[in-house]
């Protein structure tokens, strides 16, 4: 039987959608808008078009959108010198700079300048330190899109062999903090994993975040397993994941497609995380469903 395709752009048009609707209502009952301050350095093409993504899924949301842009030759002082009005400033809840930052800039600086309430990315060293730890933190919107998406297939994840594939700060670390506190069982593969297809054959869950077109085939797959699929890389034959899906859904219960799977819920989840941290800086309640 052919496995199922998770629909990553659905579940994240109805996430968006419930996020609208409890923005509403924070206006309507408390006064308070929400509002995600996305700062860009220099012209990168990818970079520019992720920005303007955000920012009208943020209006669309209802929430309060702010943009700066920077010459890529802006110093690392101007950068921190609008990442300290931006913590000031009340209006600000979610602070994202977007990524990659020109060489000359000293990336872990400037990413944890970031206010740890602000830091809807989750990649400060402090949120990270939280989410390892078991604190209240803010997470990673890649993992926490895909942890939405086991959840909503699967249920329970307790006791589930999960495997997932890179290791890096901002999905594979994160990723698997999140699978371990479900207390599934996970195992990090990397670059570095002998015989990887024997370790992916063992899991009911596989996240692949590698950047390696259609690396995974399908008899690496348990069958039955679900697959998320992270991987973005732009090939000749256009935009495909780190699976080999067809392969991969002839063998597997569930797989995310790309694109369509993982990706629309990425920005999504930047919308929860600016929702949930204009709650907390309000002292009012985490919005509901929405929170790792
Ligand atoms: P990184 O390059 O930072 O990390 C890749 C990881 O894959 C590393 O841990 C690396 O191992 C591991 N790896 C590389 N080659 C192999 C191999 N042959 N076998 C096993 N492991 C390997 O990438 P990111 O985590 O930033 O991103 C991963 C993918 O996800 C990319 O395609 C990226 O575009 C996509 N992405 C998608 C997002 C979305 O919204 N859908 C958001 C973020 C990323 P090692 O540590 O040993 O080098």
């Known amino acids: 039987m052919a496995a199922t395709r998770i629909d990553g752009k659905a579940f994240a048009a109805e996430l968006r959608q419930r996020i609208a609707d409890q923005v509403a209502a924070l206006k ?51 950068l921190l010198a609008l990442i300290g009005r931006l913590n000031a400033d009340r209006e600000v809840h979610g602070i994202l700079v977007q990524l990659p930052l020109p060489d000359h800039i000293d990336e872990a600086e400037v990413i944890n300048a970031i206010s740890v309430k602000k830091d809807v990315d989750g990649f400060t060293v402090a949120n990270a330190g939280r989410l390892a730890t078991g604190q209240r933190a803010m997470v990673p919107c890649t993992p926490l899109g895909c942890l939405m998406l086991l959840r909503d297939l699967l249920g329970d994840l307790s ?10 700060n901002i999905v594979g670390k994160p990723m698997a903090a999140l699978l371990t506190a479900e207390s599934a069982t996970v195992t990090v593969a990397h670059s570095r994993t002998v015989d990887l297809p024997a370790v992916v054959r063992r ?76 709650c907390r800086s309000n002292g009012l309640p985490d919005p509901k469903g929405l929170v790792a």
């Open 203 to 278: 899991a009911d869950i596989v996240v692949a975040a590698v950047g390696r077109p259609q690396m995974v085939k399908g008899d690496w797959i348990k069958p039955g397993a679900t697959v998320i699929d992270v991987g973005i890389n732009r090939t000749e034959d256009g935009l495909v994941g780190d699976v080999d899906y067809d392969a991969v859904a002839a063998v597997a219960g569930a797989v995310t497609p790309v694109p369509g799977g993982v990706g629309p819920m990425t920005i999504a989840c930047l919308l929860a995380n600016t929702l949930t941290a204009c």
């Open 28 to 78: 309507a009952e408390h006064g308070v808008t929400p509002g995600l301050a996305v700062v860009l350095v220099g012209e990168d093409p990818a970079s520019q078009i992720y920005v303007r993504s955000k920012n009208k899924q943020t209006v669309e949301a209802g929430m309060n959108s702010f943009e700066h842009r920077l010459p890529a030759d802006a110093t690392q002082a101007e």
């Open 159 to 168: 006791g589930k062999e999960a495997v997932v594939i890179g290791r890096s």
